[in-house]
Structures are given as C-alpha cells and as structure tokens.
C-alpha cells in the first residue's frame, strides 16, 4: 500500500510517500524503492525485498524436484544463489548450471 502526503496547498508531497508491504510490517519512503514490487495497479499488493524472497521460494519449491531422490523439500540459500534438498542433502549452484536448475527436475503444470 502507498500512504499518500499532501502540501498544505494539496499538492502531492513526494519525499513524504511511504510503501507498506502488504505481507508484512515494513515500510519504506517511495524514493528508495528499487527492491520492492510495486505493480502499476492500486489493486495489487505492494511487497519489500525479503517478502519477494519468501514467495519467489515458495513458487519455485513448488515446481523442482531433487534429481536424488525426487523430494521436493527444498531450501534456498541466502548467501549464495544455491538450492539444497533437504532430504537427501544434494544441492545446485545458480552459476554452474545454464538456467539456474541444472539437472533439477520441473514438475509439469497439472494440466
């Protein structure tokens, strides 16, 4: 969400804009917002860097499975771009493997 500030004269006040996340509490001044997702609807939520981090995971675990033992019980390292199954402790560079996935395996969309 954007919280709006106006000049005594109603005129938009910029430096004063503020975007709220809206999966969490974070807030951050409009200007300095090169992280964040800010869709050009007012319809559609607005979310902070660590927030996208959480549902690009989520999305993303949703659609690989482990080469090992087919597991989808993954997790993504915050250090490096890297993804390790955590049933059978294998894992994947994002810099080694054309397409970040390597030789993890895409579920198919059920349709």
């Known amino acids: ?6 000049k005594p004269d109603g005129t938009p006040d910029l430096r ?15 200007h300095d ?5 800010i869709p050009g609807n007012e ?7 660590f927030c ?3 549902i690009a995971a989520h999305h993303i675990s949703t659609a690989l499975r482990c080469p090992g033992c087919d ?8 250090t490096v ?4 199954c955590m049933t059978c402790r294998s894992f994947t560079y994002g810099d080694d493997q ?12 059920p349709f």
């Not at 004063?16 to 409009?30: F, S």
């Not at 319809?43 to 860097?49: N, R, V, Y």
């Not at 054309?98 to 969309?109: K, S, V």
């Open 1 to 6: 969400m954007i919280r709006k500030a106006y």
């Open 16 to 30: 004063r804009w503020l975007v709220e996340c809206d999966a969490c509490t974070a807030t951050h001044t409009l």
């Open 71 to 78: 597991g989808d019980d993954l997790d993504f390292s915050e």
């Open 98 to 109: 054309p397409g970040f996935t390597g030789g993890w395996f895409i579920t198919p969309p």
């Open 43 to 49: 319809l559609m939520p607005d979310f902070c860097p």
């Open 52 to 54: 996208v981090g959480i």
């Open 33 to 37: 917002t090169t992280d964040w997702v």
């Open 81 to 84: 771009p890297a993804v390790i």
